[in-house]
């Protein structure tokens, strides 16, 4: 209320009160719901500055993964406490080839696609990578750039350890280090096995030999009743041909190959393996030069 209001109330006897003045209810009830609306902002404010959590499911998915469980339970405790929880939306960028690494991290939930882009621009798929592996940890240590895009594949959480946390649990935990080189070592015989199918492997075994190796990490943990055995990670051709380095034509002969001979179905959701022993023969069957030599 201004000193002129004031004054021309005064100037007519008035009492010296504001314009239009509400009831004392009507102020009463404005008040109220004034301290309601700023209440509720407070808690919307609140809500948006908290971590997101791991749901029990995604904590599980964690410490199902064989390296992670062999850790001792104070380690485990560190990098759950100390991690950061990110959930991304499918094909969501996770890193980027080229940028610095700034983190270690492993899949809760959903899958992530790693690949790579040469110079001459082709891309190289080459792996999904499901809930409890732990990646990234030789770029952050070596200070460089991420070597890969990793990608969300389907709705996924991420956990994941800053470059300076991890180096303070290196710090930290004796043990940390000497399970880092275990975790390489395992790397290294994978690749190991990788370029050995490659040389002696037909594309018919390496694709049978990928769908085991898709349905045992993203498939159900324990074997359906009706036999029937979905892969658990739904790729479209042009994937599946990326991740064995050959085109989706070819990848397509051989689908279609054994889904006639009733080892596996084409379904909407994915593939579905229907004679799992029929495929895991199929998986060992080298190229005829190596068998005739």
């Known amino acids: 209320m201004t000193g002129m209001a004031l004054k021309w109330n005064r100037a007519l006897g008035a009492p010296p009160q504001p314009f239009c003045a509400a009831p004392r209810t009507e102020r009463l009830f404005c008040s109220s ?161 990788m370029m050995e199918d490659m040389a002696t492997l037909p594309l018919r075994a390496r694709l049978a030999k990928q769908l085991l190796h898709l349905m045992r990490r993203f498939g159900p943990r324990t074997a359906p009743p009706d036999g029937e055995h979905p892969v658990g990670i739904t790729l479209v051709q042009d994937e599946l041909a990326q991740l064995l380095g050959c085109s989706r034509q070819r990848v397509n002969v051989e689908l279609k190959a054994l889904e006639r001979e009733g080892t596996i179905r084409m379904a909407q959701r994915g593939i579905i393996v229907l004679n799992l022993a029929q495929l895991e023969t199929i998986a060992q069957q080298e190229n005829a030069d190596d068998r005739a030599g």
């Not at 908290?50 to 029990?56: A, N």
């Open 33 to 193: 719901l004034h301290a309601a609306r700023l209440f509720m902002t407070m808690q919307d404010t609140d809500r948006n500055h908290q971590r997101p959590l791991l749901t029990p499911e995604e904590r599980e998915a964690i410490n199902r993964g064989r390296w992670f469980a062999a850790l001792t339970p104070s380690l485990r405790h560190d990098i759950f406490r100390l991690g950061t929880v990110t959930r991304y939306a499918h094909g969501e960028m996770i890193v980027e080839q080229g940028e610095l690494a700034q983190f270690w991290f492993t899949c809760a939930s959903g899958a992530i696609r790693f690949r790579r882009t040469t110079p001459a621009g082709r891309q190289v798929t080459l792996a999904y990578v499901e809930p409890g592996i732990w990646v990234g940890e030789a770029e952050v240590l070596h200070c460089g750039p991420n070597t890969y895009d990793a990608h969300a594949h389907g709705r996924t959480t991420l956990l994941s350890v800053a470059e300076t946390v991890f180096r303070q649990l290196l710090r930290e935990h004796a043990e940390f280090g000497e399970a880092l080189l275990s975790l390489q070592a395992r790397r290294m015989r994978y690749l190991y096995w």
